[in-house]
């Protein structure tokens, strides 16, 4: 039995990841086009690599370069694993690279398993109710995954993080008018209208502000709910006003960022 989903990105480079699910499956010998960035969620996962056999039990990563034949099948009662497929020129293009390496070993240790948790946080995204923001919030995803694996196993170098005041200034009103007229926002938009490069406006507003774009999207439209809740607005209607998809959600991001829920916001 099998079971899984495959998410294509089609507005981003066309990655695609593939949340799997198998009590039992074999994959024939094949290659990828792009690369492969996986890591094991459940389970024991094995293939046939380089003439040697590999087990990954949970919590282990597989990294593949572009056609580099290998099979598949799970070790186990049950397999459940992530992968992320990109190819180079994407990884190239979202990365801002000019030289790309690739990965020197195949299932290199995840320290503190901070790439599993990434890839499983972006299947996560994928999967959650469509919100205004969830396109920004997939593409820092994708972002935060690719960036992780090839820096720590591919050697890439990026471009450091820099003191950008003017951008930052444009990134605040441009979040505040999306907030206020409930419309969307998404990163590719965000930086092209700055007129910095996507992974560089990612790192470079988390090095300023401790926050991610999406974060601080976030902070703005629960700031604004709290605002239309004092003029005296329905909570129901609020969240819409906000940009939240619904009541639940801005209960939980009133929450995150107020410690109480929006009932517990008293005007005097």
Avoid at 94 to 120: C, N, T, V, Y
Avoid at 214 to 219: C, F, R, S
Wanted: glycine residues 12%.
């Amino acid at each position: 039995m099998q079971t899984g989903r495959y998410h294509h990105l089609s507005w981003l480079q066309g990655i695609e990841i593939f949340e799997a699910d198998f009590t039992s499956h074999t994959f024939g010998r094949h290659s990828h086009e792009g690369f492969a960035i996986g890591a094991i969620a459940a389970g024991v996962g094995g293939y046939l690599f380089r003439g040697a056999n590999v087990l990954l039990p949970a919590g282990s990563l597989s990294l593949m370069n572009p056609d580099e034949a290998h099979t598949g099948h799970a070790a186990s009662d049950e397999l459940r694993y992530n992968m992320l497929y990109v190819s180079e020129e994407a990884v190239r293009t979202l990365l801002d690279l000019r030289e790309l390496l690739g990965f020197s070993q195949i299932a290199p240790g995840d320290p503190g398993q901070e790439l599993s948790h990434r890839l499983a946080f972006l299947a996560a995204l994928l999967n959650a109710a469509g919100t205004a923001d969830q396109r920004l919030a997939i593409e820092e995803g994708v972002h935060s995954v690719l960036g992780g694996a090839f820096v720590r196993y591919g050697r890439a170098k990026l471009r450091a993080p820099g003191s950008e005041p003017r951008a930052l200034v444009e990134l605040r009103e441009r979040i505040a008018a999306a907030v206020a007229d409930g419309s969307g926002l998404s990163l590719g938009e965000l930086a092209a209208g700055i007129g910095l490069h996507p992974s560089y406006l990612i790192r470079t507003v988390r090095h300023a502000t401790g926050m991610t774009p999406h974060a601080l999207v976030l902070q703005k439209r629960a700031s604004r709910a709290r605002e239309l809740l004092l003029q005296g607005m329905p909570a129901a209607q609020a969240a819409t006003a906000a940009g939240f998809s619904d009541q639940a959600h801005m209960i939980r991001q009133f929450r995150r960022h107020y410690g109480v829920t929006p009932g517990a916001l008293i005007r005097h």
